[in-house]
């Protein structure tokens, strides 16, 4: 069935870059997103990519797709205080999401 | 824009009640989906409606239920209450779907004692 596995920690130094991965068993999602959740709080869609796309970039994120390897990561450059929370991949297929476990980012002072 | 608007924030039901959760999306959105959050198994799909159909269903029990009105408001219900149904409820709403970009409310926290 669908799966789609992440680290669950992550610890860095603010400034620093971050990189959260993801793998995915079901290559039949034809988009992959990245969304971040606060403490409390929904999810707050960071960014997605068309599953025909190698790289995205979006100011400080950067998306890369591996479909051989069916791998996804997130890249956060200058990793920020404000950057602190559950960081989830999804891929979408037929009208549902399919999540992650979730990436838990510590950014240390 | 007004964001997907969930209502209410929190619930606290009893064990064999009944509870109804409200989700308004984004003006213009067509897509709505709902989501239970729990510590154990994470973020799990249980439906999505489109112009009032359900297009698609997770692997909840029947005691879960949704549906979707005209104006694209939708609800959902879980009947029979059980302690392990305490979850955070999310909405999503769409344009359409995948392709367009998901974007989730605060969620309902149920609470069931």
């Known amino acids: 069935g669908e799966d789609v596995e992440q680290s669950l920690f992550l610890s860095v130094r603010e400034g620093d870059s971050s990189v959260i991965n993801c793998t995915y068993t079901d290559s039949s999602s034809t988009y992959l997103y990245w969304y971040k959740q606060e403490p409390g709080a929904g999810l707050q869609l960071l960014t997605y990519i068309f599953s025909n796309m190698d790289m995205k970039q979006d100011q400080r994120l950067t998306v890369l797709l591996n479909k051989k390897d069916k791998h996804l990561s997130l890249r956060i450059a200058d990793t920020q205080t404000g950057d602190s929370a559950i960081y989830f991949c999804?891929?979408?297929?037929?009208?549902?999401?399919?999540f992650g476990t979730g990436t838990l980012l510590a950014v240390q002072p | 824009k007004a964001g997907v608007t969930q209502t209410p924030r929190y619930l606290i039901k009893t064990r064999g009640q009944q509870v109804t959760l409200s989700c308004s999306p984004i003006s213009g959105h067509r897509s709505v989906s709902w989501y239970q959050q729990t510590p154990g198994q994470g973020l799990q799909f249980l439906f999505e409606?489109?112009?009032?159909?359900?297009?698609n269903k997770g692997n909840f029990p029947g005691r879960f239920s949704g549906r979707q009105f005209s104006n694209s408001r939708s609800e959902m219900n879980v009947s029979t209450l059980e302690l392990g149904d305490s979850a955070l409820y999310l909405c999503?709403?769409?344009?359409?779907?995948?392709?367009?970009?998901?974007?989730f409310g605060s969620g309902t926290r149920l609470t069931v004692v």
């Open positions: 999503a709403s769409s344009l359409g779907g995948e392709g367009y970009g998901y974007t």
């Open positions: 999804a891929g979408g297929a037929t009208n549902k999401l399919i």
């Open positions: 409606y489109f112009s009032e159909t359900q297009r």
